[in-house]
């Protein structure tokens, strides 16, 4: 079973409307916890990284937040935009060189 | 702005045929990964390499093997390719280890086709 859970799997939005998307992990302990952002056809970008004593990061429109007691974190982008279409990625890091990643959430932004 | 390059964004290969998928970092960057990506799936670790000649498995290696002879370049090698090695391939770079912090770097992926 994986240990790190994206939903939904799927969403499309209306351009210049918020959504969130969640992850829920049962990693633990954990070092870190990142989002990652996947346009088609490209390799991840990091848009933020979280330690545990973190509540918020927030990387310009992308706000991420994370409560380390549920083992819940969400990605909040603020006035989507076409080019925020791809899909992204909830990815976990133990106490160890190690990285557990979610299977990702496709966010499709339409006009 | 760190670059990682794969030197193919498409490959088809036969049935038995030994591949080769590399990857260079213009970083300096200690370490470097090779992932699979296949839809429904989350990225899973196959190999990582914290420095030159060295090497550690990841969590579905078997298949698969690697070479690290420059800091820069990291190779993977399908000794014998079979269908069930159809994926994305990515690789990654990071200056140090990834529970500090460091960000990961990927290259934009291979896509192999196992006919």
């Known amino acids: 079973k994986n240990q790190v859970e994206q939903s939904p799997q799927s969403l499309i939005i209306l351009e210049g409307k918020n959504c969130t998307l969640q992850c829920n992990y049962t990693v633990s302990p954990f070092s870190n916890l990142r989002w990652y952002k996947q346009d088609t056809g490209r390799g991840p970008v990091s848009l933020t990284i979280?330690?545990?004593?973190?509540n918020t990061k927030s990387n310009g429109r992308y706000t991420a937040t994370l409560d380390a007691d549920t083992k819940q974190s969400s990605l909040h982008i603020t006035a989507s935009q076409l080019s925020d279409s791809a899909s992204y990625i909830c990815?976990?890091?133990?106490?160890?060189?190690?990285?557990?990643f979610g299977a990702g959430t496709r966010l499709t932004v339409k006009p | 702005d760190v670059k990682v390059t794969q030197s193919s964004r498409y490959l088809v290969k036969r049935t038995g045929e030994k591949v080769f998928l590399e990857c260079v970092q213009d970083m300096d960057h200690e370490n470097m990964f090779w992932y699979r990506q296949d839809p429904g799936l989350g990225l899973r670790l196959i190999y990582f390499s914290y420095d030159v000649k060295m090497k550690e498995k990841g969590d579905i290696p078997e298949g698969y093997s690697v070479s690290r002879e420059k800091k820069e370049r990291f190779s993977l090698i399908l000794e014998s390719a079979s269908t069930n090695q159809t994926s994305m391939y990515l690789c990654?770079?990071?200056?140090?280890?990834?529970?500090?912090?460091?960000?990961?770097?990927f290259g934009a992926g291979t896509r192999l086709s196992v006919l």
């Open positions: 990815v976990v890091s133990p106490y160890n060189n190690d990285m557990r």
């Open positions: 979280m330690t545990f004593s973190e």
């Open positions: 990654a770079s990071s200056l140090g280890l990834v529970l500090a912090k460091n960000i990961q770097y």
